[in-house]
C-alpha cells in the first residue's frame, strides 16, 4: 500500500487526515525500521507493507466503533498497534499502551517523546497484573493479534467501566469463538457486533469483535497467568 492507496483508504474509512498527521505517521515509520535494527519489534519492514498491515489494519477499528474522547487500553501493542496509529488521528484520545516486553515500552516512549504525542503512556507489565490493580477505569480496551480470545476476555473486561466495550482485532477467529460461552455469563459480557472484512490488495481475512461489559466483574478475574493459560472458565 503506497501512500496514496493508504489515503483513499482513510477516506473510505471516513477518517479525517492532514499533512501533520502523515508527517508524523512517517516519522513514526523511519523510528520503527531505525530502532527495528537493534530490538525485533516488527517482522514487517518494508514500507507499503507496513503502512497496510501495520498503520491502515490499526484504523481499521473505526468499522465497529466510533472514536471521540474515550479513555483507551491497548493490551499488548507490541511496536505501538493500534494505540501510537490512534493517537496519531485521534490526539484528544487518552490512551495506554500495555506491554510486558521492555525494550518494546522503551521504544515507545522514544516515539512518544519524537512525535510530542500528549495524553499517552506507556506501561511495562503483564496484562493480568495490571489489571488486577487498574479495575473499571477504561472506556474502550483494545488488543489485536495480541494471544487467544478467551485469555484476552480475562484480561481486558476488570479493566472497563461498565458500559464500556472491549475490541478484538484478529483474523478467522470461528474456532477461537466456540471457547468463550461460558464468558458471556461469568465476566458478564455481550458480543453485540462482529465485522469481518478482507485487507485491500492483499485480501487477507479480518475480524472485528466488539464486547459490551453490562455489570461489575468479580474481583478473582482475571487468575493467575498460569491458570488463564490452562483452564478455561466453567
Do not use: W
Given at each position: 500500500?503506497?501512500?496514496?492507496?493508504?489515503?483513499?483508504?482513510?477516506?473510505?474509512?471516513?477518517?479525517?487526515?492532514?499533512?501533520?498527521?502523515?508527517?508524523?505517521?512517517?516519522?513514526?515509520?523511519?523510528?520503527?525500521?531505525?530502532?527495528?535494527?537493534?530490538?525485533?519489534?516488527?517482522?514487517?519492514?518494508?514500507?507499503?507493507?507496513?503502512?497496510?498491515k501495520?498503520?491502515?489494519?490499526?484504523?481499521?477499528?473505526t468499522?465497529?466503533?466510533?472514536?471521540?474522547?474515550?479513555?483507551?487500553?491497548?493490551?499488548?501493542?507490541?511496536?505501538?498497534?493500534?494505540?501510537?496509529?490512534?493517537?496519531?488521528?485521534?490526539?484528544?484520545?487518552?490512551?495506554?499502551?500495555?506491554?510486558?516486553?521492555?525494550k518494546?515500552?522503551?521504544?515507545?516512549?522514544?516515539?512518544?517523546?519524537?512525535?510530542n504525542?500528549?495524553?499517552?503512556?506507556?506501561?511495562?507489565?503483564?496484562?493480568?497484573?495490571?489489571?488486577?490493580?487498574?479495575?473499571?477505569?477504561?472506556?474502550?480496551?483494545?488488543?489485536?493479534?495480541?494471544?487467544?480470545?478467551?485469555?484476552?476476555?480475562?484480561?481486558?473486561?476488570?479493566?472497563?467501566?461498565?458500559?464500556?466495550?472491549?475490541?478484538?482485532?484478529?483474523?478467522?477467529?470461528?474456532?477461537?469463538?466456540?471457547?468463550?460461552?461460558?464468558?458471556?455469563?461469568?465476566?458478564?459480557?455481550?458480543?453485540?457486533?462482529?465485522?469481518?472484512?478482507?485487507?485491500?490488495i492483499?485480501?487477507?481475512?479480518?475480524?472485528?469483535?466488539k464486547?459490551?461489559?453490562?455489570?461489575?466483574?468479580?474481583?478473582?478475574?482475571?487468575?493467575?497467568?498460569?491458570?488463564?493459560?490452562?483452564?478455561?472458565?466453567?
Amino acid at each position: 500500500m503506497n501512500k496514496e492507496e493508504f489515503k483513499q483508504e482513510l477516506e473510505k474509512l471516513n477518517i479525517n487526515y492532514t499533512e501533520e498527521k502523515l508527517q508524523k505517521l512517517e516519522e513514526y515509520y523511519q523510528l520503527l525500521i531505525e530502532e527495528n535494527k537493534k530490538y525485533n519489534l516488527t517482522a514487517i519492514t518494508e514500507k507499503k507493507e507496513v503502512y497496510l498491515k501495520h498503520f491502515y489494519d490499526s484504523l481499521t477499528i473505526t468499522k465497529i466503533i466510533n472514536l471521540k474522547n474515550q479513555n483507551i487500553c491497548d493490551i499488548g501493542t507490541g511496536a505501538g498497534f493500534p494505540g501510537i496509529v490512534l493517537k496519531i488521528f485521534y490526539p484528544e484520545l487518552e490512551i495506554t499502551l500495555l506491554d510486558a516486553t521492555l525494550k518494546k515500552c522503551n521504544f515507545l516512549n522514544i516515539v512518544i517523546k519524537k512525535l510530542n504525542l500528549k495524553k499517552i503512556k506507556v506501561i511495562n507489565e503483564r496484562a493480568e497484573e495490571y489489571s488486577k490493580k487498574n479495575r473499571e477505569i477504561y472506556d474502550i480496551v483494545v488488543s489485536r493479534a495480541v494471544a487467544p480470545l478467551p485469555h484476552l476476555l480475562e484480561y481486558s473486561i476488570p479493566l472497563l467501566r461498565i458500559n464500556g466495550y472491549q475490541i478484538s482485532m484478529k483474523g478467522n477467529v470461528e474456532e477461537e469463538l466456540t471457547n468463550i460461552k461460558n464468558y458471556f455469563k461469568i465476566l458478564n459480557i455481550e458480543l453485540i457486533e462482529k465485522k469481518v472484512f478482507n485487507l485491500p490488495i492483499e485480501n487477507s481475512i479480518r475480524t472485528l469483535l466488539k464486547f459490551k461489559k453490562t455489570k461489575k466483574t468479580e474481583i478473582k478475574y482475571p487468575r493467575a497467568y498460569k491458570e488463564i493459560k490452562n483452564k478455561l472458565l466453567k
